[in-house]
């Protein structure tokens, strides 16, 4: 059995950002190798880009979506003031 590589990023005061998230969604879904052709790298690494932005854009709006539901939720159980506060996150 074989164990995969293991990288440890640590944040202060807070999680990683969305953009660190895209970056390392990218990352692990388009590999740019070393070997090729440097037309093939610039391609691949113009297509993992592409896949970055993508990924940012959908985790963006997955953050958005999951703050609606938790302030819905406060909101439906009487906690207007935790909900105005996540509001202006």
């Given at each position: 059995m074989e164990v995969g590589s293991v990288?440890?990023?640590a944040t202060e005061?807070?999680?990683h950002s969305p953009e660190f998230w895209a970056k390392s969604a990218a990352d692990s879904i388009v590999s740019v190798g070393g070997n090729c052709h440097p037309v093939i790298a610039?391609?691949?690494q113009e297509f993992q880009e592409a896949?970055?932005?993508t990924v940012l854009r959908y985790i963006k709006e997955a953050i958005?979506?999951?703050r609606t539901t938790l302030i819905a939720e406060l909101d439906r159980q009487g906690h207007k003031d935790m909900a105005d506060i996540i509001r202006r996150l």
């Open positions: 990288i440890v990023t005061n807070g999680g610039e391609q691949a896949v970055k932005v958005k979506s999951d």
